[in-house]
């Protein structure tokens, strides 16, 4: 029979191994819930080492069918050297998300962070664009039939609007570096979707306005681009109903794809926080949007802006909160018209 002696030596010795099972919902996952309607329910921001958390790796896999890597695909981390590639850390993602069954997506081919010195070097256009062509096919052809969709440019305009970053790419080769991006993308994997992704275009009109005229000239040249990644961090302050479900109207008509991306809310007001979550999920799924991913999904590896702000669905230890419940319920609750 268990003593307590024993008992409580298992319980240090699964707390030290992380070998805790996590909280149970008390319903069914969000994955259930995405897959009797083909939606793709996700989670980016994933760092490799939270894999080690035996509670992290089993509440991802149960609730989510897809998954994307928080900075290890960004440029710096991934080249930091011409010709040398630390694979080891997107390898044993793609491995994780392979044997549960998870689609993968790339984030942070191009940016305006995270750039390596030996691109920063480089200061001729056509140099640029040899750097970008070999990081792309090194990387893409790497992950081809893993990684079936890519962030390929992140953040080009100004976080408040009023243009396009003045980024290492922009000052080098000009604002074609985004069709440049594009055009080298598709040729490195013609079967992987391509997404430019973009934040604040929900809150911001004149933003929004920037992105879709960047991106419906894209299209207009014939730019082989397949859709729109809305970050989606929201502060403080609902998305104005019926927003999102104009972008995703605008763009169809373009036919481009929309997906969320990395949605997570960012205030201390947990009501605000619960309703905005239940909102977000329940417009983008009757706007027709299927591919919906959070910046993560517990407040143990939140990355806010908001002191003390506890950003995502699930707390410190697994257990999950109110913005859980809030989105199974949209994702549920909702029923598809189209099908
Ligand atoms: O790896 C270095 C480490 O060597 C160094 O000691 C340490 C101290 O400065 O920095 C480490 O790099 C940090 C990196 O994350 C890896 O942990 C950078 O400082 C830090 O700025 C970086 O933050 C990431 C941020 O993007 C900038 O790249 C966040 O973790 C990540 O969650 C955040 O994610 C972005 C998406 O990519 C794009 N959309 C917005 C989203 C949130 O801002």
């Known amino acids: 029979m268990k003593t307590i002696a024993s008992l409580s030596v298992a319980l240090l010795v699964a707390t030290a191994t992380c070998e805790l099972a996590a909280p149970s919902t008390g319903t069914s996952s969000l994955r259930e819930e995405a897959q009797k309607k ?3 329910i996700g989670s980016g921001a994933i760092n490799p080492d939270y894999l080690n958390d035996t509670r992290f790796a089993a509440v991802l896999a149960e609730q989510f069918n897809s998954l994307s890597p928080e900075n290890e695909m960004k440029w710096v ?8 590639y630390n ?3 997107i390898d044993r993602l793609v491995d994780f ?5 998870m689609v993968v997506k790339g984030h942070g081919l191009i940016s305006s962070c995270c750039n390596p010195d030996y691109l920063l070097k480089i200061t001729d256009a056509e140099a640029s664009r040899t750097a970008m062509k070999a990081h792309f096919e090194a990387v893409m052809h790497r992950y081809h039939g ?14 408040m609007g009023g243009g396009l970053q003045h980024n290492y790419f ?11 991006a594009f055009r080298i993308a598709r040729a490195a994997d013609p079967s992987a979707k391509l997404f430019i992704n973009e934040n604040q275009v929900e809150a911001i009109p004149s933003k929004r306005q920037e992105l ?6 894209l299209v207009a040249k014939g730019v082989p681009i397949d859709g729109v990644a809305l970050q989606m961090h929201i502060t403080e302050v609902a998305v104005v109903p ?13 036919g481009l794809e929309v997906a969320i991306a990395e949605l997570d809310v960012h205030t201390l007001n947990n009501t605000l926080e619960t309703e905005i979550y239940g909102a977000v999920i329940a417009e983008a799924l009757s706007a027709g949007i299927t591919d919906i991913s959070f910046w993560g999904f517990t407040d143990k590896h939140a990355y806010t802006w908001v002191p003390g702000a506890k950003p995502l669905m699930f707390d410190e230890n697994y257990k999950a909160k109110t913005e859980f419940y809030a989105t199974h319920k949209a994702l549920s609750g909702f029923i598809d018209t189209c099908q």
Do not use: C
């Not at 879709?212 to 000239?217: A, K």
């Open 77 to 84: 981390f991934l080249n930091p050297a011409e010709g040398q």
């Open 97 to 101: 998300a392979e044997h549960h069954d």
């Open 146 to 159: 893993k990684v079936d969709r890519w962030d390929v440019v992140t953040e080009v305009l100004e976080t």
């Open 87 to 89: 694979w080891q850390t």
């Open 242 to 254: 019926g927003v999102i479900t104009e972008m995703v109207d605008s763009y169809e008509a373009l």
């Open 212 to 217: 879709y005229d960047l991106v419906s000239g």
């Open 38 to 40: 083909d939606i793709l």
């Open 170 to 180: 922009y000052n080098v080769t000009g604002p074609d570096y985004i069709e440049d």
